[in-house]
């Protein structure tokens, strides 16, 4: 079926997740990013703000020694656990930053991370001690958040000013971009409404398909400092959430919306936009969203037993078949 690519602010933001993966840095930013690999997230962020797209540029020797750790993410009480474990056995009290909370809550998230071979654990006496495997690398050298919004109207506009305005002072991105439909006319309208300065615009073609060339820099952000103290997190907290951010991203990436679609539909298709898919549905003959594509969706009708048994020939059914390939393309967007 042949979808329309970005008929939905969910397809174009999987468009510019994998453009990202492509073509990141922008064409006119390319001194900033230079050749470090990256790993492309979305919909993350915190409590209070969620992006849609994150762009994580990866240290290289830190990304390998990160993979190490398996391809899960490690989540807050775990890294807790991994970052402070000594090298040398030790009193897990004694080794361990004071938590804030019950230290009982600590020894279970020992008890996960040993299960996981993120660290090793032992009894002695009555004490658990632990000590790591090996160090937990820094290997996330900056993050970038981007918004997306295809058709930037009046009022889409308006609540844009305010998300990107919380971006330029939490400070938690190095870099802040708009993301929107490219028009033709001789100014872009994104250059015309009252964003921060900070914030960059990129403005996307997808009718000739994915692709490195895809967008274009109508105006670059300035560097934002998660170094410094700010009036909602100091240095430290922005590093820890950086550090959660990061971690959610390298071990969820983009194309895990197989597990909030539903790729077993029969009518569930991936149509192909140049480098990149988007998932499509035959049923509505164009490319659903993710609130949509349920089972309490009115098309949806289960895969027939037979396109599973009757010789299909991806073992599974098409439905697994999608789900394999998006995972194999995001381990591999890991080991880059």
Known sequence: ????????????????????????PPASDDAAGGDAPVIVSRQLGTK????????????????????EFGDRTIDGDLL???????AEWAYYRDALPEPGYPWRYVREAIHRAAARGLVEKR????????????????WVSRIIAIENKP?????????????????????????????????????EPALLRQFPVEAGVLTFDFSA??????????WLPSTLDPAADGERFDAAEKARRRRLIAERAYGKGWRSFTETTRPDCRWFELARAGRGVVPACAAK????????????????????????????PIDGGPGQGVRELLERRRERARER
Not at 209 to 216: I, L, R, V
Not at 288 to 301: D, K, P
Request: charged share 30%; proline share 6%; glycine share 8%.
């Open 1 to 24: 079926m042949a979808a329309p690519a970005t008929d939905s602010e969910f397809s174009f933001e999987l468009l510019v997740c994998r453009w990202a993966e492509l073509g990141w």
């Open 48 to 67: 209070k703000r969620r992006w849609d797209t994150i762009v994580i540029e990866c240290d290289p020797e830190g990304l390998a020694a990160r993979r």
């Open 80 to 86: 807790t656990v991994v970052r402070h474990a000594p």
């Open 123 to 138: 009894k002695n006496g009555n004490r658990i001690e632990i000590r790591r495997k090996r160090p937990y690398p820094d």
């Open 151 to 187: 058709d930037l109207d009046a009022s889409a506009a308006a609540a844009l000013s305010d998300q990107l305005e919380h971006d330029v002072d939490t400070a938690l991105a190095d870099e802040v971009w708009l993301a929107t439909g490219r028009t033709g006319e001789r100014v």
């Open 209 to 218: 398909g994915t692709g490195a060339d895809a967008a274009t820099v109508d």
């Open 285 to 312: 003959g164009r490319c659903q969203r993710e609130a949509e594509c349920s089972s309490r969706c009115g098309s949806f009708e289960p895969e027939p037993p037979q396109w599973r048994t009757n010789g299909w």
